[in-house]
């Protein structure tokens, strides 16, 4: 049975940081998605990593990229930071090297502006945006 989002059309990029329980993997195995760690991407390089992304060649296909993949150094102002994420160029670089023949949108989530004082996840957040519209 296929809901909103097929399952194996779908892949998160970035996951890191300690699992709150036990069980946090299961959703992920049990509906056969794809989970990339920064583990994954820093272990073999960056480089490498970007060669054996998906390619997204069917249908409409949506990105939902969440700010609290970068580590707290490029992104302070989320509600969840925890050390050890992406860096801003690593981010730059994956949505770069994405192909996708349909984007039909796309959202950024987890930004915070109260926890932002530096404005750095604002800037952060904006070049995501910049990348996000070259895909379209």
Partial sequence: EEGLVNPKNMVQIGIRGPLAGGDDEDFAKKHHIQVITVDD?????????????????????????????????????????????????ETQRIFRALKIKQLVGADIVEFSPPFDQSDITALAAVDAMFELLHLM
């Fill in 41 to 89: 991407i820093r272990i073999q390089g960056l480089e490498k990593f970007l060669t054996q992304l998906p390619e997204f060649p069917e249908g409409p296909t949506y990105i939902s990229y969440d700010v609290d993949c970068l580590d707290p150094a490029f992104a302070p102002g989320t509600g969840t930071p925890v050390v050890g994420g992406l860096s801003t160029y």
